[in-house]
Every structure is written in C-alpha cells, then in structure tokens.
C-alpha cells in the first residue's frame, strides 16, 4: 500500500520559515518524480514545485521562487520543501504527490498523494 504523509505544517508569521516533510511507503521512491501543490480556502489547487527522480532538476511557480527550496533524501524515501520569506499568500494545504518517471506541473498526472499539512501565515 502506498502512503506519504506530510508534516511540518503550522501556524507562523510572515517572513517566518517553515520545513515541509513527505515520507513516501510502498513504492520505488527513486522512480517517482515528486511535487507539491497546495490549496487554500476557496481556490483551486495550485502547482508549487517539483524535483525530478534524482534531484538534480528542481521547479518552482513564479511566486515561491527564491524562497522555496524542494529537496530529497532517496535513502529515506522522503522530499522536503524549504520555505523562507513566509507570505500570508502562501496560506493553504500543502499537499505532496509523486509521479512516475519527468514530473509536471499538472497534478492530474500526479499517481500518488498525501492527506496535505496545513500552512497559516499571520500578517
């Protein structure tokens, strides 16, 4: 059975940081792109960035580059997702997803999720 579970969500202040976790179970993680997206109240799910199977190729939406940073650990079957510089915007659950072989930006194409981590930026 497949699994991620994320963590590390909570409530913060803008301009504070917060570390994302997806621990992955149940497949070759080393054969799955990964990606997170997030969705905050009233708002489609959005695209935030992707890591290719080795890690070697990151991507980022416009408006977290700079300040997110996605990283994996092949060994521990898990990605992570760096976030700096904190915005009020960037409130939403944050959802990680893994995707056999290039990644995309379309979560639709995305095989596995997780159950999301919630992100709450104060002003």
């Known amino acids: 059975q497949v699994q991620l579970v994320e963590s590390g969500g909570g409530l913060v202040q803008a301009g504070d940081s917060l570390r994302l976790s997806c621990a992955t179970s149940?497949?070759?993680?080393?054969?799955?792109?990964m990606g997170w997206f997030r969705q905050a109240p009233g708002k489609e799910r959005e695209f935030v960035a992707a890591i290719n199977r080795s890690g070697g190729s990151t991507y980022y939406v416009d408006s977290v580059k700079g300040r997110f940073t996605v990283s994996r650990d092949n060994a521990q079957n898990t990605v992570h997702l760096r976030m700096n510089s904190l915005k009020p915007e960037d409130t939403a659950v944050y959802y990680c997803a893994a995707k056999l072989s290039l990644y995309s930006t379309y979560g639709g194409l995305y095989h596995y999720w997780g159950q999301g981590t919630q992100v709450t930026v104060s002003s």
């Open positions: 149940g497949l070759a993680f080393s054969e799955y792109a």
